[in-house]
């Protein structure tokens, strides 16, 4: 049985950094590609970032890059999101995914096969 567990998120001043951490389990996900993404409330859910499990390419929405960085851990199968320069409109719960398939299922469909349960990012002004 496939599991994402996302940790890390809480509160945090505009302008601060968080890292946010999922560990997968129940497969070998080292040819998945794995991300991020978020929602806030009446809103649909958004890309924030992804990595590809075979060559390591990482992609980011416009609103994050240079902000955000997203890396793997193969032995540890967890990827993390750390987050730089937080701004209040980051606010949303952030959650994980992993597919195996192309990467439009992170950056165009938004719909990959695998997600967690979401940890919530708070940024005050």
């Known amino acids: 049985q496939v599991q994402l567990v996302e940790s890390g998120g809480g509160l945090v001043q505009a302008g601060g950094s968080l890292r946010l951490s999922c560990a997968a389990s129940?497969?070998?996900?080292?040819?998945?590609?794995m991300g991020w993404f978020r929602q806030t409330p009446g809103k649909e859910r958004e890309f924030v970032a992804a990595?590809?499990?075979?060559?390591?390419?990482?992609y980011y929405a416009d609103s994050v890059k240079g902000r955000f960085t997203i890396s793997r851990d193969g032995a540890k199968n967890t990827v993390y999101l750390q987050m730089n320069s937080l701004k209040p409109e980051d606010t949303a719960v952030y959650y994980c995914?992993?597919?195996?398939?192309?990467?439009?299922?992170?950056?165009?469909?938004?719909?990959?096969?695998?997600w967690g349960q979401g940890t919530q990012v708070t940024v005050s002004s």
């Open positions: 995914a992993a597919d195996q398939r192309a990467i439009v299922v992170f950056t165009t469909t938004r719909r990959p096969d695998y």
């Open positions: 990595i590809r499990g075979s060559v390591g390419n990482t």
């Open positions: 129940g497969r070998t996900f080292s040819s998945y590609t």
